[in-house]
């Protein structure tokens, strides 16, 4: 029995032509001899009625007029129904069809979390009821991004958790593949509202997608990628509105992934509403010790550091322009001064391929230079560089690199 996940977002299943043309999805690939797993999110957006975005809206109303809001509990509780709906719905669509099917929650399909309400890791699998099914010829339908702890309460996994229970089931399951449907072709090589030039990429690496996704890209989530990585899965990323072939996440380029001529970038991506915070360390007191303070008070907010340089007089970082406000009052109580300010993005390059390339940010800086676009930091990994620029020059950042590195092919 060879088995293929395929995983629906809610945009995918948001009115009845895209249900339906789901269902063909679905249809086709079992009528060619495959057993199938779905995984659904919540049907539609923000203001849809059974979105995430919606339920946790319900329960803000009630922190309006004054009250606490519902415990960590009881909103896992409600944020589950989303994508309970979504698959009885998508089960029921695929009988009418003629298909056999059945809608299965997180728990009954053996989905295993730890007890962190809200963004819960998955720990096991235990798919007994799902291989069961798909023994008797079912198509089996799973209500994504939730699961139950070992007590028997549920829980959901963060944001990108339906992805991620693709992936995990896929892997419990050892699935020929995972294919996750978007709204998009694939994976592109940089914004295609940005960048008219933007090509679909045919392959790329677990690691590279990793890193688009946590430098901004939005086509799915790197914990489900890490996960695919771990278990060696194949990886399709498709277009739900197109007949494209879409994009397959494989192994590093040492297992076969092709690096033609000097395009060691794979992709750009970005992060806007980006805040840089200056802060000059007091000459009176040991600079590590102020170091060790300045991302202890960040810490201790809840407020996630990016881009971070550290001198022996200054430490220079970036947060979240929501962040800015009590990152710079927390930092004033402790007796620091910040310079902060918003107004900034995040733009990345990123390819397996430049690992020990020489010159790769020469001609970052370069591009950039040469478009107008001022750098205020970087910071680069084997994989990835990044630079901080003003948000109204960032489209300029994005075309300038990928025209640099050639992205757009012959």
């Not at 295993?112 to 023994?135: C, M, S």
């Not at 694939?186 to 008219?196: E, F, K, L, N, Q």
């Not at 980006?274 to 202890?296: G, M």
Request: with cysteine; charged share 20%.
């Amino acid at each position: 029995m060879e088995i293929i996940i395929q995983k629906f977002g809610g945009t995918s299943l948001r009115t009845p032509e895209e249900r339906k043309k789901a269902v063909q999805i679905v249809t086709a690939t079992r009528n060619t001899g495959y057993s199938v797993v779905v995984v659904v999110s919540a049907i539609g957006r923000s203001g849809d009625p059974y979105a995430t975005d919606t339920l946790l809206e319900m329960f803000a109303e009630g922190s309006k007029t004054g009250g606490r809001g519902a415990s960590p509990r009881e909103t896992d509780l409600l944020l589950s129904c989303g994508e309970i709906i979504s698959a009885t719905l998508f089960a029921g669509l695929l009988q009418a069809s003629g298909l056999s099917a059945q809608a299965l929650t997180g728990a009954q399909a053996g989905i295993i979390t730890d007890d962190n309400f809200g963004n819960a890791h998955i720990i096991r699998i235990v798919p007994d009821r799902v291989l069961q099914a798909l023994e008797q010829g079912q198509v089996v339908v799973v209500a994504g991004f939730q699961g139950r702890t070992d007590s028997g309460e549920i829980t959901t996994l963060g944001r990108g958790g339906s992805d991620t229970t693709a992936v995990a089931l896929g892997a419990a399951l050892k699935a020929k593949r995972v294919e996750i449907f978007t709204d998009v072709s694939g994976i592109m090589t940089a914004d295609p509202r940005i960048s008219r030039e933007a090509k679909l990429l045919k392959r790329v690496t677990y690691q590279e997608v990793v890193e688009l996704a946590h430098l901004g890209a939005k086509v799915i989530h790197p914990r489900a990628v890490e996960l695919a990585m771990a278990a060696g899965l194949e990886l399709w990323i498709k277009g739900f509105n197109d007949d494209s072939e879409g994009t397959l996440v494989a192994g590093s380029p040492e297992r076969g992934v092709e690096i033609h001529g000097d395009k060691v970038i794979t992709g750009i991506a970005h992060i806007s509403g980006v805040a840089q915070v200056r802060v000059n360390l007091n000459p009176e007191t040991p600079a590590p010790r102020q170091h060790v303070e300045i991302f202890s008070i960040m810490a201790r907010h809840d407020i996630s550091v990016d881009i971070i340089n550290v001198f022996p007089d200054l430490v220079v970082f970036t947060v979240q322009e929501k962040d800015l406000e009590t990152a710079d009052t927390a930092l004033r109580e402790a007796g620091y001064s910040p310079e902060s300010r918003g107004g900034f993005a995040k733009v990345s390059a990123v390819g397996a391929g430049m690992r020990g390339v020489p010159g790769v940010m020469a001609r970052i800086a370069k591009a950039l230079t040469e478009a107008g676009v001022e750098i205020f930091q970087s910071v680069d990994s084997h994989a990835n560089i990044s630079c901080l620029v003003r948000e109204d020059q960032l489209e300029a950042a994005i075309r300038a690199l990928h025209k640099e590195f050639a992205l757009a092919g012959d």
